[in-house]
């Protein structure tokens, strides 16, 4: 399942680098500076915007890229379309990077971050918590995708390592494998739970989440939604890495082609059920009310319609740019319906102003540089992306595609 | 009381007077040049009748700081009849009250300090067989302007205190038909009066009166809006009793009863006895609204009243916050990152679409 | 084609009957029951129309709690101002006062101590919880900063430290732990007019019927069934219920006040019955994860079997 995976290879010092390793040690700055003088001190955040960007970019829009991993690993395992294969580490890789981003920008966000130990101590969980269940879950499936990025490191081991390592390997090598289908199992229980959720947490705040994009049917909206970021973060992904690793990765274009048309029928899925149970909940109104957010709704319409029309375009298909084109938008999309939610459409009243703070840039930032870096290198050092050519035939434009 | 004999004081002393009256009245100063010069033409004549009172608005009067102001006062008016000051008593001091009313019949102001009783036709105050109904109205008729001086002849003061046995009331009762001015107080602020009887005596017009015939200048405000005590009331710092921290400390005297929000008067802006702080929250006692006739007398001392304003104050804490600020260079730096971002990926889309086509346009070629 | 479709068909059934599942339950009638007044629950009656903005409540309550003195710059209309702008980390109560026009009137923000709060749903480990007499209290150990309370709070009651290296969420608990050795409400203690006054929520509610009974004209009312103005006590069913109750005057309506309009059901309720349908006894998940494990496993074997066939074709061919 993973024999064409290997290590990319090459030089790791890079320029691009150095300027995500610039970015990170500026982040890093701001997070010891807010240990010792709280979360105001680099943050403009207020009693009414207690939530700022950390929450819908770290968090929630980094663990919907993530969600690529739990997106094509339904296809792959429930569905059982064992040709996907080939996207699902680094799926997975993204996944695991894309949640310990967010694990890690939630704890630099908790102001009394020393309790979140208590998080491992049941007798204290308050079972109506929807922020409980995120949470819980996000630190559980962290640990998953990082079980199943753990084949990767032991193969490598097996292969170049000391004597020592390989033996290692060569014991909990199988090990793991045994236990990955209940390990995957998990992977597709609990962004079910937490996807969902992320998008429920915002139930508990009708009185200030704008009627547009507040309904019980969130959490349904943010599972579908994960769905389309995650699919559209893959398809981007494969065709940015197949450019940037000329000559040593190609993209599986017809994998991806597959792809896109499961996700251009979960994006129009998307479209019209929002607007749907706007509909029946009797608010599509809103949607020409102005001044007000209406215009941020019809953006994340447009981008998800645009992000689904594209994909069912064979044309699109054919083109790597395009198809590029496509999978970012859809990524937009759904990065700009979080944010929406989690702060375009919330109003705590009249009186409360939010903007992001430099710091609070400046952290987001950071946090991406430090994932892009660790995927990067990673990805040369460890068998994750799939560079033989195997089941996969490489790109031909005479082939028409099914 | 004629040839009131000129003691030794100054031209500058005599306008400092004037001034203070004028701007107590709410002139210019040039009035107070006017005021000096038409009083030494002719100083106006006033007839001061006392009733049922304890002759405090009197003493109030006399009692000036300034070195020989009770004198002052008196060259600045012809205190034509006044049983506190007058030298004569039993008819010679009749026969003066005629005189005088006679010779001045028109021109005279008539000044009334103390409430008149009206139970069993006014027999409770009775001088040289006249009640004090009669006289008043006698006085009066002749008058050209009536000013009852203090809370008695204003609306009854402590005479009128429950039960109220004599039925005393104010000059305001006895004298219909012409305007009375009401200076009251317990006792009243001598500029108030005096300020009233000399703008009468130079321009012949009485100031502005608000509906109880109280001269707005003086008793247009509550003593709550003028306290020098108010931002304590504001910040909430108060006594709770006499010689406590707060008492000690000078504190707002709200909570122990003080009436000063709903008392009209200018203590605290116009001095008694020409003493700054010779008043009572100046002092450390709570104001008990000796001008008004719902509260002296008739509230107890130590109960609170409510805080009345016909505008709330000007700068308070608004029901909407004003919170959270919007740094433009965040707002630069996120506007030009995001773009760069978004921006970015578009444009490699659209430059590696193209690049596509170009070479599927290549390969297609035979 | 058919193969995608199939695909895309079956990945929705997959994930839709989660979130169906939600949608559905979002409608369900109470599967979370709201919770109910205790017969001995304390709160606070504040009386706008008795109010008159002295504010020895707010130094009373900052003395009884021990809070150090705010020393943020405030400024009102871009003018100093030496007195809080609103609740926050070092202040538990304020007086705010609303003006247009002719019409004004002052108002008091405190905690509204909740029937039924959605603070202490959202918090995860329980920090928010509610004590003896009703009151909602804030423990300092179970806390993790997350400010969650402070999304779900519709009166956007708790307030935060946030620029404190170890922060507290603060808001009022009706002076249950005082530091200067008093007892009780210290507001109330203090308040000069009986503007507010503290006691049990059934006492509150009573005299707070009895003076509209009085005077009904000089309260605030809205609207009955049948069109006629009823003066109204907010808390009494506002959002299921509040322990602190409120009297506004005619003129002046409780949302000018700042209080949000509510009905009777507490606000949290929806997001109640939809989590609790969805992980009731925590079935659901269960379920799912037993169904995907089977469905992987049986995949995997189905995969493995072919990959040794296919071996064993190439070895024969």
């Known amino acids: 399942m993973s024999a064409e995976a290997r290590p990319v290879g090459g030089r790791i010092l890079t320029p691009f680098f150095y300027v995500l390793t610039l970015l990170a040690a500026i982040m890093a700055t701001l997070v010891l500076y807010r240990i010792f003088t709280g979360v105001g001190s680099i943050t403009a955040l207020t009693d009414g915007y207690s939530w700022g960007i950390w929450k819908p970019i770290n968090v929630v829009t980094f663990t919907g890229i993530g969600a690529g991993a739990y997106a094509v690993g339904l296809l792959t395992y429930i569905l059982n379309e064992g040709k996907f294969h080939p996207l699902v580490r680094p799926a997975v890789l993204v996944g695991a990077l894309g949640y310990t981003l967010g694990g890690t920008s939630v704890i630099v966000d908790l102001g009394r971050w020393w309790g979140s130990v208590f998080l491992g101590f049941p007798p204290w969980y308050n079972a109506s918590s929807i922020l409980l269940e995120v949470a819980l879950c996000v630190i559980t499936y962290m640990a998953v995708l990082w079980v199943e990025v753990l084949p990767a490191g032991l193969e490598r081991m097996l292969k170049d390592g000391s004597p020592k390592w390989k033996a290692f390997a060569e014991r909990w090598l199988p090990r793991v494998r045994r236990v990955l289908p209940f390990i995957i199992a998990l992977a597709m229980l609990l962004p079910t739970m937490h996807q969902s959720s992320l998008g429920g947490l915002y139930m508990m705040a009708p009185t200030k989440e704008h009627a547009l994009w507040f309904t019980g049917w969130l959490p349904f909206l943010f599972l579908v939604s994960c769905l389309t970021m995650g699919?559209?973060?893959?398809?981007?992904?494969?065709?940015?890495?197949?450019?940037?690793?000329?000559?040593?990765?190609?993209?599986?274009?017809?994998?991806?082609?597959?792809?896109?048309?499961?996700?251009?029928?979960?994006?129009?899925?998307?479209?019209?059920?929002r607007l749907a149970a706007l509909a029946w909940e009797g608010k599509l109104g809103e949607a020409f009310h102005l001044p007000g957010p209406a215009p941020f709704f019809w953006l994340e319409i447009a981008l998800f319609l645009v992000s689904g029309l594209m994909y069912l375009s064979p044309a699109v298909r054919r083109n790597r740019g395009r198809l590029f084109l496509a999978g970012f938008v859809g990524i937009l999309a759904g990065a700009l319906y979080r944010i929406d939610t989690y702060l375009i459409a919330y109003d705590p009243g009249p009186g409360w102003h939010y903007f992001p703070s430099l710091g609070e840039i400046l952290v987001t930032l950071g946090l991406a540089s430090v994932g892009i870096a660790v995927f990067v290198v990673v990805v040369k050092t460890l068998p994750i992306l799939a560079l033989g050519t195997g089941r996969d035939a490489p790109f031909d434009a005479s082939r028409p595609t099914r | 009381?004629?040839?009131?004999?000129?003691?030794?004081?100054?031209?500058r002393d005599f306008l400092k007077v004037c001034s203070m009256a004028a701007a107590a009245v709410g002139l210019p100063a040039s009035?107070?040049?006017?005021?000096?010069?038409?009083?030494?033409?002719?100083?106006?004549?006033?007839?001061?009748?006392?009733?049922?009172?304890c002759t405090g608005c009197t003493e109030s009067l006399l009692r000036t700081g300034h070195p020989d102001a009770a004198q002052l006062i008196l060259d600045l008016i012809s205190l034509d009849y006044s049983e506190t000051l007058m030298a004569a008593a039993g008819h010679q001091a009749e026969a003066a009250l005629e005189q005088a009313m006679k010779d001045n019949a028109g021109k005279y102001v008539l000044v009334v300090e103390g409430a008149i009783p009206t139970k069993e036709d006014g027999r409770y105050c009775v001088i040289a067989g006249k009640t004090a109904i009669e006289m008043t109205k006698e006085a009066a008729a002749k008058a050209a302007a009536v000013v009852a001086i203090g809370s008695c002849a204003s609306w009854g003061g402590i005479p009128s205190a429950d039960p109220n046995p004599t039925g005393a009331v104010g000059v305001g009762e006895i004298v219909k038909g012409k305007p009375v001015v009401t200076i009251p107080g317990c006792p009243a602020n001598p500029?108030?009066?005096?300020?009233?009887?000399?703008?009468?005596?130079?321009?012949?017009?009485l100031p502005a009166l608000d509906e109880k015939g109280r001269p707005k200048?003086?008793?247009?405000?509550?003593?709550?809006?003028?306290?020098?005590?108010?931002p304590h009331f504001d910040n909430g710092r108060f006594a709770q009793r006499y010689g406590d921290e707060g008492s000690r400390q000078g504190w707002c005297l709200y909570k122990i009863g003080c009436k000063g929000p709903q008392t009209h008067a200018n203590c605290s802006l116009l001095s008694f006895v020409d003493t700054v702080g010779a008043w009572p929250i100046g002092i450390g006692a709570q104001c008990f609204g000796c001008t008004e006739k719902d509260l002296a007398f008739r509230v107890p001392l130590f109960q609170t009243v409510d805080v009345q304003g016909a505008t709330p104050p000007a700068m308070y804490t608004p029901v909407n916050p004003q919170a959270g600020s919007v740094s433009p260079l965040a707002t630069g730096v996120a506007g030009a990152v995001g773009g760069a971002l978004v921006g970015a990926g578009l444009a490699y889309g659209a430059k590696l679409a193209k690049a596509e086509g170009e070479t599927a346009g290549e390969e297609k070629k035979p | 084609?058919?193969?995608?479709?199939?695909?895309?068909?079956?990945?929705?059934?997959?994930?839709?009957?989660?979130?169906?599942a939600a949608g559905v339950a979002g409608r369900a009638e109470a599967s979370h029951e709201a919770a109910t007044l205790v017969p001995d629950a304390m709160g606070l009656l504040y009386d706008s129309t008795l109010c008159i903005g002295c504010q020895t409540c707010t130094v009373a309550c900052q003395r009884a709690n021990g809070m150090p003195v705010d020393k943020s710059l405030v400024t009102i209309n871009g003018a100093p101002f030496d007195f809080p702008s609103d609740t926050n980390g070092y202040n538990k109560t304020v007086i705010k006062l609303f003006q247009s026009g002719d019409r004004h009137a002052f108002m008091k923000m405190q905690c509204m101590q909740c029937v039924d709060p959605a603070c202490t749903k959202a918090c995860m480990l329980g920090s928010l919880h509610k004590v003896e007499n009703g009151i909602v209290a804030w423990d300092p150990i179970r806390c993790t900063g997350c400010r969650y309370c402070q999304i779900s709070c519709a009166f956007n009651v708790p307030k935060f430290q946030w620029n404190e290296a170890i922060p507290r969420i603060v808001k009022c608990e009706l002076c249950r732990s005082r530091v200067d050795g008093g007892k009780g409400s210290a507001c109330a203690e203090v308040c000069p007019r009986g503007a507010v006054i503290a006691?049990?929520?059934?006492?509150?509610?009573?005299?707070a019927r009895r003076r509209i009974a009085e005077n009904p004209a000089k309260y605030y009312g809205e609207k009955d069934e049948h069109g006629k103005v009823v003066p109204k006590i907010y808390g009494e069913h506002d959002g299921g219920g509040t322990q602190t109750l409120y009297l506004a005057p005619a003129d002046v309506s409780f949302e000018d006040l700042g209080l949000p309009k509510l009905g009777h059901e507490p606000p949290a309720q929806m997001a109640m019955n939809v989590q609790h349908t969805l992980y009731k006894g925590f079935i659901a998940p269960i379920a799912l994860y037993i169904a995907a494990a089977w469905a992987i496993v049986r995949n995997l074997r189905k995969e493995a079997a072919a990959e040794r066939a296919h071996r064993e074709e190439g070895r024969h061919s």
């Open chain 3, 1 to 20: 084609m058919n193969v995608t479709r199939r695909t895309v068909l079956k990945t929705l059934a997959a994930t839709g009957a989660a979130g169906a």
């Open chain 3, 199 to 207: 006691g049990k929520t059934t006492d509150l509610l009573a005299t």
């Open chain 2, 1 to 11: 009381m004629n040839g009131t004999e000129i003691s030794n004081f100054s031209r």
């Open chain 1, 231 to 273: 699919y559209g973060s893959v398809v981007a992904m494969d065709v940015l890495l197949g450019v940037v690793f000329r000559g040593r990765y190609r993209s599986h274009m017809k994998l991806l082609g597959d792809l896109a048309k499961v996700s251009a029928w979960t994006t129009l899925f998307y479209v019209a059920f």
């Open chain 2, 217 to 230: 200048f003086a008793y247009a405000r509550v003593i709550h809006d003028d306290c020098p005590r108010r």
């Open chain 2, 31 to 53: 009035a107070a040049e006017q005021m000096a010069e038409s009083v030494s033409k002719r100083k106006p004549s006033v007839i001061w009748l006392q009733f049922q009172e």
């Open chain 2, 191 to 205: 500029y108030n009066l005096l300020g009233t009887v000399l703008q009468f005596a130079t321009f012949g017009t």
